[in-house]
Nanobody
Framework: QVQLQESGPGLLKPSQTLSLTCTVSGGSITTNYYYWSWTRQPPGKGLEWIGYIGYSGSTYYNPSLKSHTSISRDTSKNQFTLELSSVTPEDTAVYYC????????????WGQGTQVTVSS
C-alpha cells in the first residue's frame, strides 16, 4: 500500500518561498511509469493541478504556475519537494501530493493534505 505524507510550514508571508516535501512509503518514486504530483485546493474553489516529477526525474508543470514552480526529488529519502516562489495570498490552499499512475492525471494515491496560508 502506497502512502504519501506532506510536510512543511503552514504559514508564510507574501514574497516568501513555499517549500513542501512529500515522503512516500510502500513504493519507490523511481519505479517505472509513475509520476509524483502536487495539487492544491484554494478555499471555496476546485482542485488545481500544479505539476509532477516522473520516475525518470522529468518534470511537467501547469503553464499558469510554471514561472514560479519547481519540483525536485531526493531518491535516497524517497521524497519529492514542491517549491513555489514569491507567494501571494492567492497561493493559500490545501496542498496535496499524489501518485499519478498514468502521467495524464489519474491520481490513485493521495496524501492527507496540508494547509498553507499566505498572510502578512
Amino acid at each position: 500500500q502506497v502512502q504519501l505524507q506532506e510536510s512543511g510550514p503552514g504559514l508564510l508571508k507574501p514574497s516568501q518561498t513555499l517549500s513542501l516535501t512529500c515522503t512516500v512509503s510502500g513504493g519507490s518514486i523511481t519505479t517505472n511509469y509513475y509520476y509524483w504530483s502536487w495539487t492544491r485546493q484554494p478555499p471555496g474553489k476546485g482542485l488545481e493541478w500544479i505539476g509532477y516529477i516522473g520516475y525518470s526525474g522529468s518534470t511537467y508543470y501547469n503553464p499558469s504556475l510554471k514561472s514560479h514552480t519547481s519540483i525536485s526529488r531526493d531518491t535516497s529519502k524517497n521524497q519529492f519537494t514542491l517549491e513555489l516562489s514569491s507567494v501571494t495570498p492567492e497561493d493559500t490552499a490545501v496542498y496535496y501530493c499524489a501518485r499519478d499512475s498514468s502521467g495524464y492525471g489519474f491520481l490513485d494515491y493521495w496524501g492527507q493534505g496540508t494547509q498553507v496560508t499566505v498572510s502578512s
